[in-house]
Each structure stands twice: as C-alpha cells, then as structure tokens.
C-alpha cells in the first residue's frame, strides 16, 4: 500500500479549528471526560513528515512533534512499512508467554546506544510512566533501600508513583493524592531564576534523608515539562557524583531528551555522563507506544525471577516501529539535525527575547528550545505563553506550552522538518509575540 505523503507546506482553508473539527468537539465533550485536556481542538486526518491535516482539509506546521515522539516525523515511510510487515506476521504474544526477536534487539540496541560501555540489560513496557515505575522497582531491588529523590520542575508521568515524582500540582497532581511515600524533592538547578546550584542541592538532600536510605535519584537532563530548563553545567555530573558516592542509583529520565532531540542521542552525553539506569520513551517508537528501562547489568539482574513484566510491553509492532525509527535516525542523521534546527530556532527566539519585551529568557537544547515569558517585574506570565500559543494556532503552526508555573512556549518539531517550514512557523510565532 502506497504511504499517503503530504506536500510538506502549510496551508488553512478554513479557520482554525474549523468547521468538521466542531462538530468533533461536540461530540467529545459527549464522550470523553472534561479532564482529558486538549492543547489545539483540530481533530486530525492525516499527519505526514512535518505536516499535520486536519478534516477540514488545514495543513499545519507541526512544532510539537506529539510531545517529542515523532522525532523522525510524522508516518515515516520506513516507519509505517514495518508496522505494516510486523502487523501482518503478528501483533502480539506477550514476551513473557513467548518470546520474539524484535524484542530482543530493540533491547540490543538501547544497551548499544545509551551512554557508557559496561555490561548493560534493558527490558520494554508501554509508557514513561511505567518506564520510571520500574526503573524505581529495581533501583529499590539493588540497593535493599527505600528512599526516592526527585526534584522541582520534575515530570516522571501520571501513574501513581511517577505522578508521586512529578513535582507540578496543577494540572497534574491535584486531588488524587495520597501519594507514594519515601519521595524526597530538591531543588533543581534553574540558572535563570538563580536557585539550586549543585551545593545547595546537594545540601537539601542530605538535611532532608539519611543516603543510606536512598535507593535512587531519578532527574531529567533537561526539564521538559518543567520548561525546557537547561541545569548549570556540571550540576547533573555533580548530581550523579553523589550518587555514585552513596552507593544511590542515577536513573537518568530521558524520556523526552533522548533519540537525538538534544543533538545527541542522549542528553547526558552533553555532560559526559553515564547513568545507572536510563528511561526512554517517547522518541523511540517512531510513534509506536514503547519504553524501555536500560541499565547495568548487576542492578538490572537484581530482581527477582517474574518481578518484571507487562502484559503488552515490548509489543512486536512497536518494537519493529522502534528498529526502523533508530534507523532512520541513524541513516538520516537527525542527531546533527537537531542541532542545525535548533541553531536556527534559538536565533530566532533570541533576537525576540532582545527586541521585544517580557521574554525572560531563551533556552534549550539541539531541537528542544524555549521562550520563557515574564512581567516587568520577573513574575511568570502565563496568560502571555497562552495567548502566543493561541495566535500560532490560529495561523496553522503547532506549539505547545510548559513550565511549572506554565509561561513557557516550547518548540519540539520533528527533526526531519524542512528548514523553509520551520522558518514559516518563526514567523507565526515571532508575529504572536510581536503581537
Ligand atoms: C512524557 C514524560 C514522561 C511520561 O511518559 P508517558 O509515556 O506519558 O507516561 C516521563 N518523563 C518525562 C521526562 C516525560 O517527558
């Protein structure tokens, strides 16, 4: 079957959301709770390298990239032809009754490509969340210790005990609590608000639980939903080194940093380290739901006989999405990509942060780059980040809002987007704050 491809360009026949995606909005709200939120009520048809359809037939410039995970743009060609072929040899067993070779090798492949070059074991469930779940399963396992840290800014994922991690309230952790006890939260460096450098985070942990009850840290390289916030350098090694000196496991959640969004395959190469476990996620199936738990083999052999599992994790067409994705990251070189993107969009965010006011500051990493917004007097303005959002929804260019006090515009295209493209989607957003 013939890949339907969309002409990689912009176009809006109808306001933005139109008409058909109305009417699909009535219908929602009928059947899906209130609390399922939408950034951009465009209901989709169709979705093609950096271009998302709408069924009004708009045509808009994908900024988002599904929240980091179609970093080899939307329904790659290579992508979609091995769901096809898995699809059509068979779609599930679950690996724990009979086991498959895709599964296997999305296993070698995480061992191979994620940082350090000691002996490694990775295993695949569904999510993030889960991902981060097990990870702590087996940090816990290793070191006999129950004691978790997390930090501010933090984004682990909304089942309980990743939801215990993430730090922001609204709108993610408000009224369901209780949550999971053993959870210790420092301060994350944050270098434009001038809080936790590596001393003083350091000093919180240690006023704040005994280390020898900590079975991990778990810390994102970059805060994604946190707002793009880039730590000061040396502050993750530092972290890490405690780590190491305590006998803590450093599980790195790279779920929304790795596969070559930051300009590397994995954000903590940025900083030379080499986590004892690493997350991954969304990137990595190409689309396909799939996460995998990567880490050295004497902690990941801690556990027990049928301690780890997941009914559907690992499935053998997310895997196949997930080998083909890896190649095409590969073949297409979309690490040095990202970089190349990211240069053009932090020059673009720049000279709006020195020409315009109230953008407080300009961040980020390869093709994960943000604008945080700010009143006069340096307080968070996050109906600003709103309504920018807005505006460049309106003119058919995909962006997405983060932060923990939510003023932050984020840009996370797919890495494969045309430059022309991208440049169009600037100017959608450089008219939104110019306003
Ligand atoms: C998105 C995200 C998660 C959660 O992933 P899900 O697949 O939504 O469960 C965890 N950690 C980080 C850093 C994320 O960005």
């Known amino acids: ?41 465009i209901f989709v048809e169709r979705a093609y390298g950096g271009i998302v359809e709408d069924v009004d037939g708009n045509r808009l410039i994908d900024l988002g990239a599904g929240i980091a995970v179609v970093n080899v743009g939307h329904a790659h060609p290579a992508v979609a032809a091995a769901i096809a072929e898995q699809a059509a040899k068979f779609v599930h067993t679950c690996f724990q009754v009979t086991p498959y070779d895709g599964y296997v090798e999305v296993c070698e492949q995480l061992n191979e490509r994620t940082p350090g070059t000691h002996e490694k074991r990775s295993f695949l469930v569904n999510s993030g969340a889960e991902g981060v779940e097990n990870a702590v399963k087996i940090a816990r396992a ?23 991690l993430t730090a922001k309230v609204v709108p993610y952790k408000r009224s369901f609590g209780p ?26 942990i240690e006023a704040s639980v005994d280390a020898s009850q ?66 991954t996620a969304k990137g990595l199936g190409g689309g396909m739901p799939i996460a995998g738990v990567t880490g050295r083999s004497e902690i990941m052999d801690a556990v027990h006989v049928g301690g780890l599992g997941s009914t559907f994790g690992g499935n053998p067409v997310s895997c196949a999405a997930a080998l083909a994705a890896i190649d095409v990251i590969e073949k297409e070189e979309l690490v040095d990509r990202a970089l190349h993107l990211g240069e053009r969009m932090l020059a673009r965010l720049t000279a709006l942060q020195r020409e315009t006011t109230g953008v407080g500051d300009v ?17 968070p303005d996050a109906e600003r980040a709103k309504q920018i959002c807005a505006s460049c929804h309106e003119q058919g260019v995909i ?36 306003g």
């Open 1 to 41: 079957m013939d890949q339907p491809r969309i002409e990689q360009a912009r176009k809006l026949v109808t306001e933005i959301p139109g008409p058909r995606s109305r009417d699909l909005w009535e219908r929602r709200t009928r059947a899906i709770p209130a609390g399922v939120g939408t950034t951009l009520p």
């Open 142 to 164: 290793a070191t006999g210790r129950p004691a978790i840290i997390a930090f501010d800014q933090a984004f682990h994922g909304r089942t309980l005990l990743a939801l215990s």
């Open 179 to 204: 949550y999971a006890p053993e959870v210790y939260r420092a301060p994350y460096s944050y270098p434009y608000r001038g809080a936790g450098g590596l001393a003083e985070s350091i000093a919180w």
């Open 214 to 279: 900590v079975a991990c840290v778990v810390v994102e390289p970059i805060a994604g939903e946190g707002g793009f916030v880039v730590p000061e350098p040396g502050w993750f090694a530092g972290i890490a080194q405690w780590c190491r000196a305590n006998g803590v496991v450093f599980v790195a959640d790279e779920v929304q940093t790795g596969f070559g969004r930051t300009g590397a395959w994995f954000a903590s190469e940025h900083e030379d380290v080499v986590p004892d476990v690493v997350v």
């Open 363 to 379: 961040r980020g990493r390869g093709a994960m780059v943000a604008m945080e917004l700010v009143h006069d007097d340096g307080t």
């Open 399 to 434: 962006v997405l809002t983060a932060g923990t006090m939510g003023n932050v515009v984020r840009l996370l295209p797919p890495l494969v987007l045309d430059e022309a493209l991208l440049d169009q989607g600037l100017d959608a957003l450089d008219a939104a704050v110019r």
